[in-house]
């Protein structure tokens, strides 16, 4: 079994804001990154697939095939988009990077045809980096 | 004379939108860039100062006091805030990071205790990266 | 469960050196890091936990909180610091990347209020990385 | 038990080609990789082992010796190569990455002195990454 | 004037080689690089145009405009191609990295729509880089 | 003219101190870079040559000249040393960043066999970088 990953990125405006929260509980909770105007982020996305290679072509699957699965699904639906108001597969979901995270993995667990996804990997800042393997 | 740089991130939503442009004027010119619902980055600011060193302590300038100038009077506007609403030093212009820099290199460039600004670099993406040296 | 990680920078002094080696011992063992006269890095520090985000923040752990414990247990003792006479927790340890990055799970183990520790890795220099698990 | 790890770089020429495929079929599986004049990368290679320390020395294994270890083994026979036709251990292995990664696992699991080989990781461009741990 | 820079990247296979010299000679002059059998590498290209921001757009060039201009002019001469055989701009020319950059800069000069072409920049590996300003 | 850049690291102890000041005053201007304990640093070193391309080679010069020429003269003074005691052409100067450009410019300026010495470029840290031209 070998792990492939492909890395893409995409840039997007997001605030945290929980809606059961007073403004007092969001800026304790969440403090500079609850502004109601928005901030943003270039975030750094690793998607691993893990799986056998197919001995006619040595790929577990083609990673120009994986590159499209991921833009069609997932950076369609994120990129140069607002997360909070946005990004369908994030409706009702702070988006937190942990949750950002387990999101993109729910979008791609069933649409990988060779192999399965392992791991979903986010960066959010250089500093911070979040990783979901649907345990 | 010596050239002395200063690294910084900061994360901020933005959109590229002309108030002169119809709505497709903006579309056509900064396409998904004008998204109405904001969008973001992480940027990298790179303050570039030129100088002698003083001979008694070997410093252009004091590192810790650059970062300092820097924060007060950049980051502080900035980081996690809207660009096209919130930055003061801002106020009227088109956000590209064109001219984000040279609005850096302005609020900066009588801000330097010794040596003077040399120049003031931006990178928007990994693959996108601007500079202005007050020419 | 998801991965959180928090990414810090240290810069410190060492030697590698077992006191009981006789210097051609600790020459022969260590070569050039074994210098009496110090050499040292910037080394980077990983700090992942493992945990389920609060329903109601999203966070595993505020990674603002996880920033100050780091800071506090570790980079306190370790940044511009000799981790061979200044550091506390390595007091008698040879200090190779191994037994810092061991000491460094050890101090943060019990530190960690939501989740918990997964892993400490640390970087020496570009081309060398430690990992310890606690296993 | 310490995981630790050596990155090592190699410059290669390659094509992806399988011989019992015809020409249509290894254009339409493997695109503009299996142009018939070649192409390259510069490979980022990352062996990891896991081992205890040393109580002596606080190694896993001395980095200076797994250095060694890699450039007699696998560096000598990668790199400014083509790994097509001039690195033995990939005779009749269409060197896809994944391939590669393998085929490094290989050569090096029985050479390892202390701790033993836990992954072989193969980057083949900044947004493609392997990995291969024996599984 | 403000410097924009576009960063793109291409993985090509080459060999230097000048056909006047002797078998020897292009070894003793090249080394490994002269290999027969062809070595490649990650490219990793950065064009820089030195202009003025247009008031409406606050761009001085779109920098999609720019990376369409590198991608029909050069990405795809160069892209997982064989630079001794197959790219018509360096037809004759030794494929150092110098006379890379120079061909590079060449075929861009007189392609840029707004601004001027100020610098190309090409690295070979992560430690080799090389620079071209028409100078 | 092409300007052409060899990158190289190095491992060094030092600390920031200035023998006709106080401890106070060493403490007030250089802080924790003061620690007399020492502390270290990985440093990045970028040599850039300018010169114009050998018709027979297209190189300025062979970088692996240029890798031994740095070596020799810089690295083998530097590199798992501490600088304030043991590096030869630091000796009696303070040994910032500011001040080891310069120095390390000094040492190469008139050992470059083909083209001239452009810029020495030196970082202390992944925030602080220095250049020095000779200027």
Known sequence: M???TRRETFSAAHRLFNPIFSNEE???NFGK???PNWHGHNYVLEVVIAGEPNPETGF???IADLKEIIEYNV???VD???LNTE???MSGII???ENLTIAIWKVLVDKIPNGKLYAVKLSETENNFFEYRGE
């Open 2 to 4: 070998v792990y492939i």
């Open 26 to 28: 969001n800026e304790k």
């Open 33 to 35: 990154c609850s502004n």
């Open 60 to 62: 577990v699957l083609n």
């Open 75 to 77: 950076l369609s639906q």
């Open 80 to 82: 140069h988009k607002n």
């Open 87 to 89: 990004t369908d597969f």
């Open 95 to 97: 988006p937190s990077t």
